[in-house]
Every structure is written in structure tokens, then in C-alpha cells.
């Protein structure tokens, strides 16, 4: 699968830049205009998946991942490389957010290895979580811009850093052949079938995110998982236990590094985006109330016993790797996996620790 591309706008300042030459040089006979805003039909309403920006940064690349001091945080950086994804999932948060219109691919991202040699130099002995999977599927692109393929060998010469890489695609293939020294966790979104099917639009089967997560395995990567969004509909009790046994299919115990659990939630904002382009999804549907963070989400004993169904089904095939819940409570944490870290620092020092245990 290759997200077919359109039209390519580079700005006259990223002209010069290797990312600009790889990107048209794997789209032969695809436009390239240049121009310092991106060229894009009327009616795209801000979401169009065929056009591709390739733009200087305007600001920093590394930031912190955007938590909320009311739930519990995973306490990573992100370093934002691309903007805009070419998948097209019903819950996307990226709908409400993102107001250019088409996929942006800035050129000068070696500057965010600068930041994090700056953030290293200030924390000196700590391990750095770092991923680029908050704007953008971290993989998507791949195909077209090399830049995971890019990026890792330039992280792991940093010992501090660890990298995760989060796709719901398959595009491996570059990173094969690279050794990634225990510090690269190559991670996916997992789901139901059910929720794939109508709710992930562009992206494969879970099956075969699955094969290609074994690839990654055969070839020195430790695995993430992160089954986010969590979404009640009628059966899924089994059916996220099929999708548990199917991970343990392809992967094996002790393969696996971490796994999150997060329950649907999106801004209220976003109700009415889903309802417009999506109006036959069921997801505004479910019992959502508004959580601390003023996002809705399920009823706080629903999403309990979904963490607490998953959670048992994982720990009857695993009980190595790290199960986290993505932005909840220490009270939830408790009921749900009977404990908690406590705080943010808490889960990060977890993580830390799973990322550079093997």
C-alpha cells in the first residue's frame, strides 16, 4: 500500500534540501511548484491527503508530549517532522487541530537533533523517550520521504535517546537493515477488527500491522503496542480478545516492550466534525461525558471495564511487558490494573526503565 501524492509545493527556502530532493525524486511525473504556501483545491475543508508541503519549521521540533496535569502522562518528548496524515480515521484528533490544508513535510529536521542535544547536555544521565507519532502517523510517509530510515541512525548516536516509532502501517522495509541497539521500539495502534474496519479508513488489517511488527522483531526492534482508542460496541468483549490472542500469534512473550491502554476521548469540539464527515460512524453515540480535561469520554466505569478485560487477556499470554493507561487517573489506574505510578514521573521512570531492559 502507497498513499498515492498528487501535487508537491515546496517552499523557495526547503528548495535546496535533501528531503525536498528525495520526495520528488520518488514521485516521478507528480507537479512541483514552488511557492511559500501550498497550491490546494476549494472544498478540501483543510483535509486533503494528496498534496504534499515541504516547508522550513516555524519553531521549535521537540516539545513535550501535551498531557494535562489531570491525568497521568507517559512523560515522552515529540519531535514534529510531518503534519498531517494521509489515513483518515474517524476519531483522528488531527481533524479539529490541523488547519493546513495537506500534508506538511519540514525540511530542515536535523535542527531537532540540536534540541535534543540540548535537552541531553541538561539532564546528563537520563534516558530520553522521544517519538514522532503526535502530528503525524510516524510511518505513513515513509515511502516517500525516508525520513525514519534518516532519523535512527542519527538518534542512536546520542546513548541517552530512546526512539519510538508509532504507525498503523507496514512500511518496515527501510529500517530493516539497520541495527537498532536496543534503543528503537518500533510501535503500533492495535484494535478490534471491527473498529479498523469502520473506523480506520486507508489503514491495513490488524493482521498485518501484526506481520510487520514480526518483521521488526526478526530484525533487532523491540515492539510498543497501544490500543488507543478503546471503543465499546456490542461484542467487543471478544473481540479485543481475539485481537489480544492475534498479537501472541505473531509475537512472543518478551518481545513486547510496553503497551498502552487508552479509552476513547476526543474534545467536544470534534463531535460535530465526526457527526459532518463521518455520519454513519457510532462513535458519538456512546455514553461520552466530560472528562477533567474537558474531553469526552466513556463513563468512568465503562472505561474501567474495558481496561480491566484487556488487561487480563494480555496478562494470560504476557507478564513481562509494561501495561500503561494513556491519560487517566491514579484512581482509574487502581481500579482498573490494581496499582499506580502515582504521577507522571512515575509512569516516565516505568517506561524508561522498560525501553532499555531486554
Same mark, same amino acid.
Given at each position: 500500500?502507497?498513499?498515492p501524492?498528487?501535487k508537491?509545493?515546496?517552499?523557495?527556502?526547503?528548495?535546496?534540501?535533501?528531503?525536498?530532493?528525495?520526495?520528488?525524486?520518488?514521485?516521478?511525473?507528480?507537479?512541483?511548484?514552488?511557492?511559500?504556501?501550498?497550491?490546494?483545491?476549494?472544498?478540501?475543508?483543510?483535509h486533503?491527503?494528496?498534496?504534499?508541503?515541504?516547508?522550513?519549521?516555524?519553531? +521549535?521540533?521537540?516539545?513535550?508530549?501535551p498531557?494535562?496535569s489531570?491525568?497521568?502522562?507517559? #512523560?515522552?518528548?515529540?519531535?514534529?517532522?510531518?503534519?498531517?496524515c494521509?489515513l483518515?480515521?474517524?476519531?483522528?484528533?488531527?481533524?479539529?487541530?490541523?488547519?493546513?490544508?495537506?500534508?506538511?513535510?519540514?525540511?530542515?529536521?536535523?535542527?531537532?537533533?540540536?534540541?535534543?542535544?540540548?535537552?541531553?547536555?541538561?539532564?546528563?544521565?537520563?534516558?530520553?523517550?522521544?517519538?514522532?507519532?503526535?502530528?503525524?502517523?510516524?510511518?505513513?510517509?515513509?515511502?516517500?520521504?525516508?525520513?525514519?530510515?534518516?532519523l535512527?541512525?542519527?538518534v542512536?548516536?546520542?546513548?541517552?535517546?530512546?526512539?519510538?516509532?508509532?504507525?498503523?502501517?507496514?512500511?518496515?522495509?527501510?529500517?530493516?537493515?539497520?541495527?537498532?541497539?536496543?534503543?528503537?521500539?518500533?510501535?503500533?495502534?492495535v484494535?478490534?477488527?471491527?473498529?479498523? +474496519?469502520?473506523?480506520?479508513?486507508?489503514?491495513?488489517p490488524?493482521?498485518?500491522?501484526?506481520?510487520?511488527?514480526?518483521?521488526?522483531?526478526?530484525?533487532?526492534?523491540?515492539?510498543?503496542?497501544?490500543?488507543?482508542?478503546?471503543?465499546?460496541?456490542? #461484542?467487543?468483549?471478544?473481540?479485543y480478545?481475539?485481537?489480544?490472542?492475534?498479537?501472541?500469534d505473531?509475537?512472543?512473550?518478551?518481545?513486547?516492550?510496553?503497551?498502552?491502554?487508552g479509552?476513547?476521548?476526543?474534545?467536544?469540539?470534534?463531535?460535530?466534525?465526526?457527526?459532518?464527515?463521518?455520519?454513519?460512524?457510532?462513535?458519538?453515540?456512546?455514553?461520552?461525558?466530560?472528562?477533567?480535561?474537558?474531553?469526552?469520554?466513556?463513563?468512568?466505569?465503562?472505561?474501567?471495564?474495558?481496561?480491566?478485560?484487556?488487561?487480563?487477556d494480555?496478562?494470560?499470554?504476557?507478564?513481562?511487558?509494561?501495561?500503561?493507561?494513556?491519560?487517566?487517573?491514579?484512581?482509574?489506574?487502581?481500579?482498573?490494573?490494581?496499582?499506580?505510578?502515582?504521577?507522571?514521573?512515575?509512569?516516565?521512570?516505568?517506561l524508561?526503565a522498560?525501553?532499555?531492559?531486554?
Amino acid at each position: 500500500m502507497r498513499f498515492p501524492i498528487r501535487k508537491i509545493t515546496i517552499h523557495p527556502e526547503a528548495a535546496g534540501s535533501s528531503v525536498a530532493r528525495t520526495v520528488v525524486e520518488k514521485c516521478p511525473g507528480v507537479p512541483v511548484v514552488t511557492a511559500a504556501r501550498p497550491s490546494v483545491d476549494p472544498g478540501d475543508e483543510g483535509h486533503s491527503k494528496d498534496t504534499v508541503f515541504i516547508t522550513p519549521r516555524k519553531g +521549535r521540533l521537540l516539545k513535550r508530549c501535551p498531557g494535562t496535569s489531570s491525568y497521568v502522562c507517559c #512523560g515522552y518528548r515529540v519531535l514534529n517532522l510531518v503534519t498531517g496524515c494521509p489515513l483518515d480515521c474517524t476519531y483522528c484528533i488531527l481533524q479539529l487541530y490541523l488547519n493546513q490544508p495537506c500534508l506538511v513535510v519540514h525540511a530542515d529536521w536535523e535542527d531537532a537533533l540540536r534540541e535534543l542535544d540540548e535537552l541531553i547536555a541538561k539532564h546528563p544521565g537520563r534516558v530520553v523517550r522521544l517519538g514522532t507519532g503526535e502530528l503525524a502517523d510516524s510511518l505513513a510517509l515513509e515511502p516517500l520521504t525516508d525520513m525514519a530510515r534518516e532519523l535512527v541512525p542519527r538518534v542512536l548516536r546520542r546513548p541517552e535517546a530512546v526512539l519510538e516509532l508509532k504507525t498503523k502501517t507496514t512500511f518496515v522495509e527501510s529500517l530493516l537493515d539497520i541495527d537498532p541497539r536496543g534503543r528503537v521500539i518500533l510501535s503500533w495502534s492495535v484494535n478490534a477488527e471491527e473498529v479498523v +474496519r469502520a473506523d480506520e479508513k486507508g489503514a491495513p488489517p490488524l493482521t498485518a500491522r501484526l506481520r510487520a511488527a514480526a518483521e521488526g522483531r526478526r530484525a533487532g526492534y523491540r515492539i510498543g503496542l497501544h490500543f488507543d482508542p478503546l471503543v465499546r460496541f456490542p #461484542g467487543w468483549e471478544r473481540s479485543y480478545s481475539r485481537a489480544v490472542e492475534a498479537i501472541y500469534d505473531h509475537l512472543r512473550e518478551g518481545d513486547i516492550a510496553w503497551i498502552s491502554l487508552g479509552s476513547l476521548r476526543y474534545p467536544p469540539a470534534l463531535d460535530a466534525i465526526i457527526r459532518r464527515r463521518f455520519p454513519g460512524s457510532h462513535l458519538p453515540l456512546g455514553e461520552l461525558v466530560p472528562g477533567l480535561d474537558g474531553k469526552l469520554r466513556y463513563f468512568r466505569p465503562l472505561r474501567e471495564e474495558m481496561y480491566r478485560r484487556v488487561y487480563r487477556d494480555i496478562r494470560r499470554r504476557d507478564r513481562h511487558a509494561e501495561v500503561y493507561l494513556c491519560m487517566e487517573s491514579p484512581e482509574v489506574w487502581r481500579s482498573s490494573l490494581g496499582r499506580s505510578p502515582g504521577s507522571t514521573a512515575g509512569l516516565a521512570r516505568c517506561l524508561d526503565a522498560a525501553a532499555i531492559a531486554e
